[in-house]
């Protein structure tokens, strides 16, 4: 069995700040992991994933998210936010060959102010 | 740029009705899914599809849900005697291929009220 754990249900910072959102997994076999992010009133849109590789993967937007296996983490982050950045972002995990099947956090919300 | 489309965007049922919820997938794409999110809730993997068959579902996917690509374009969730317990965003994806190597795309969602 797999979980996702999304450590911050909301975040505030201020524009031109940097950000961290934590997101850590279980699981008994590899997965891939990714983020999505989610405007209002939008779908979710991908950010970016790991797949295998570069532990360091960067993603639309300015973002990146480093994988460490050891700490089953993968946790997203920019250097400096705009007040667009503010929405929804989703950590998930899908193993390879599950059809597509993507598990999800909880989800945190990120508040972006001037 | 291609995007998933759904409608309705908004729905309203009574308890006991059956609904569908259609989706667009984008034109090349061979492989479909639905999620739903259940207010305050996680973001849930409903069923996947491929080659007119469904390739993997979840637990929430009893015998109330089913799921159709009626003709070239467009791809449904019927849910078939709706329970208060089914109110929640339902979110259709698809993929080009196999998802993991290839990004799901999501559409917008159709917000399902059952009352």
């Known amino acids: 069995a797999q979980s996702v754990t999304q450590l911050d249900s909301q975040v505030p910072v201020f524009e031109e700040a940097p950000v961290e959102l934590r997101c850590n997994y279980s699981?008994?076999?590899?997965?891939?992991l990714f983020w999505y992010v989610q405007y209002p009133n939008q779908g979710l849109q991908l950010l970016l994933k790991?797949?295998?590789?570069?532990?360091l993967v960067k993603g639309i937007n300015g973002f990146e998210a480093e994988f460490n296996k050891s700490q089953t983490s993968f946790h997203l982050r920019k250097p400096s936010v705009h007040i667009s950045d503010t929405a929804e972002y989703f950590c998930?995990?899908?193993?390879?060959?599950?059809?597509?099947?993507?598990?999800f956090g909880a989800g945190t919300q990120v508040v972006v102010t001037p | 740029e291609p995007e998933v489309t759904q409608t309705p965007s908004h729905q309203v049922t009574q308890m006991g009705q059956e609904v569908i919820l259609r989706c667009v997938p984008i034109?090349?794409?061979?492989?479909f899914y639905w999620y739903r999110q259940i207010l305050g809730q996680k973001v849930e993997f409903l069923v996947s599809?491929?080659?007119?068959?469904?390739?993997?579902k979840s637990e929430i996917f009893d015998d109330q849900f089913s799921v159709e690509r009626p003709d070239g374009s467009n791809f449904t969730l019927k849910i078939r005697s709706t329970k208060l317990e089914d109110s929640a965003m339902y979110f259709c994806?698809?993929?080009?291929?196999?998802?993991?190597?290839?990004?799901?795309?999501f559409g917008p969602g159709t917000r399902l009220l059952v009352l």
């Open positions: 994806a698809s993929s080009e291929g196999v998802a993991g190597v290839e990004t799901q795309y």
């Open positions: 699981s008994s076999v590899s997965v891939y």
């Open positions: 790991y797949l295998s590789g570069s532990t």
């Open positions: 998930a995990v899908m193993s390879p060959g599950s059809w597509g099947k993507l598990q």
């Open positions: 034109s090349n794409h061979l492989y």
């Open positions: 599809f491929y080659n007119n068959e469904i390739s993997e």
